[in-house]
């Protein structure tokens, strides 16, 4: 059976940087523990804004749920990170905890991007739960060293 690469690809979807920045970034991600089905590139053809598109769902897998999708846009020498919405992938909250932008070569930033990533992915979420009667009626999720809730 093959391995499922992380932030898989086609080749002929991404230019010479992109195609850095997506590597690196991968090769950081095979020590991340997420399935490699959970990360994603959207190649510039296919975003809102002609960028690649990189991300992360976060989920709950004992109640198979999407929690959060976190990625960066990358333009070739600038990179933004954010919470993404998980229809359009436009980055949400631009003034958020989640937000990170950085400048430079695409190696550097795929690098940047990844320790970004992981940063978020080091942040342990928890889920609360209301009961009633004997029966749950809200979930919520947050993260346990501040209470904050993902947006």
């Known amino acids: 059976m093959d391995e499922i690469p992380w932030f898989e690809y086609d080749e002929n979807d ?3 940087a992109q195609r850095a920045f ?3 970034l991968a090769e950081h991600a095979s020590s991340w523990q997420v399935d490699p089905l959970d990360t994603v590139v959207l190649p510039s053809a296919h975003t809102v ?3 690649l598109v990189v991300y992360l769902d976060i ?4 109640r198979n749920q999407g929690v959060l999708t976190v ?4 333009d070739g020498s600038h990179v ?6 998980n229809q359009d992938f436009t980055i949400q909250g631009t003034a958020s905890e989640f937000s990170f932008e950085a400048a430079g070569e695409p190696t550097e930033l795929a690098n940047r ?6 940063a978020v992915l080091a942040r342990p979420l928890v889920r609360c739960e209301w009961h009633h009667a004997g029966k749950m009626f809200a979930v919520r999720y947050e993260y346990a060293d501040t209470g904050a809730k993902p947006l």
């Open 71 to 74: 990625g960066a846009h990358f």
């Open 22 to 24: 997506v590597d690196v």
């Open 49 to 51: 804004n002609g960028q």
């Open 113 to 118: 991007a990844a320790e970004w990533f992981e």
């Open 80 to 85: 933004r990170g954010g919470e993404l919405h």
């Open 59 to 62: 989920g709950d897998p004992q």
């Open 14 to 16: 991404l230019d010479t």
